[in-house]
């Protein structure tokens, strides 16, 4: 048994730093939003915040924003500011600039500057030295297989017992972060409770006392695993393949739990 320490105010908490973080630009859905917010006020006291990939910094100032309130942080960012794909290319809004300027201009305007260590550089890079206990290990960056999957080798030896993994974009065209979720996290005896938040997929580290949790991962896991062909090649799903993923897709449970009943769910 973890226990989880639901600090007071919470809910008006949440409600602050979605107003900083709805109008940068971005890829988080409010309800995903709001699951990160849970995950970093209950998560154990002990170590960091570590985000890979932050962008334009959406997630970055939600985090930044309780950090702010509850006294904790820094949130650690990490990103290469490069525009190295194509999608995020789309956003950039002139020609000279990278992501890196708007970043820092929005957590500068959020109040959130303090409370974030940035590190312009790749997710594998800062992996090589890392040496910090993590609390939460936030993953959006490169979302292919070896680029999930590294992130999850690079930085997981690190959190601590109680602490959150999540994934972004799990129920999204990516092979990397739904695949790392299944395998590694609820095909794994060192996960308790777990789950999706809209594409959030999100499991609490507990190598202690996994065992009660395992129907859940079986169950997680039947419908999870559907979606993995679909995903395997990395290219675009059309026509009768993206039904059949959208089909899959809504038998997975995904909606934002309340405060209460998510924190009941961590020991049941
Ligand atoms: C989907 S965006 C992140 C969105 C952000 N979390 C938000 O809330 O708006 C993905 C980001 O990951 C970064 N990225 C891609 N590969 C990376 C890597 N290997 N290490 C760190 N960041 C990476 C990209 O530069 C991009 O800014």
Not at 23 to 44: H, I, Q, T
Not at 94 to 118: C, M, Q, R
Request: one cysteine or more; glycine letters at 8%; hydrophobic letters at 45%.
């Amino acid at each position: 048994m973890i226990p989880v320490l639901v600090p007071p105010g919470l809910q008006a908490a949440l409600d602050e730093a979605w107003k900083a973080a709805k109008d940068v630009p971005g890829f988080l859905l409010e309800s995903e939003a709001r699951f990160l917010g849970m995950m970093a006020a209950c998560a154990p006291r002990e170590g960091l915040i570590v985000e890979i990939g932050s962008f334009k910094g959406k997630s970055a100032v939600m985090l930044g924003k309780l950090a702010e309130h509850y006294g904790f942080g820094p949130i650690v960012a990490i990103d290469p500011h490069n525009f190295n794909n194509a999608e995020l290319a789309e956003h950039r809004t002139d020609p000279g600039a990278t992501s890196y300027d708007e970043f820092l201009k929005n957590i500068e305007a959020a109040g959130v500057t303090p409370y974030i260590e940035a590190h312009r550089a790749f997710s594998r890079d800062v992996a090589k030295s890392w040496n910090r206990p993590i609390r939460m290990l936030w993953i959006d960056g490169d979302h292919s297989y070896p680029g999930a999957k590294a992130d999850f080798d690079g930085f997981m030896p690190h959190v601590v017992p109680g602490g959150f993994v999540a994934l972004h974009d799990a129920l999204h065209e990516f092979p990397g972060p739904i695949r790392v979720f299944v395998e590694e996290m609820l095909r794994s005896d060192r996960f308790g409770a777990a789950g999706f938040v809209n594409s959030i997929a999100w499991s609490q580290f507990r190598p202690e006392d996994s065992f009660s949790f395992r129907h859940l991962h079986r169950a997680l896991d039947e419908v999870a695993s559907m979606l993995l062909p679909f995903v395997a090649s990395d290219q675009p799903l059309s026509g009768i393949r993206k039904m059949q993923f959208k089909l899959a897709r809504s038998r997975v449970p995904r909606d934002l739990p309340s405060i209460k009943d998510w924190t009941k769910s961590l020991n049941p």
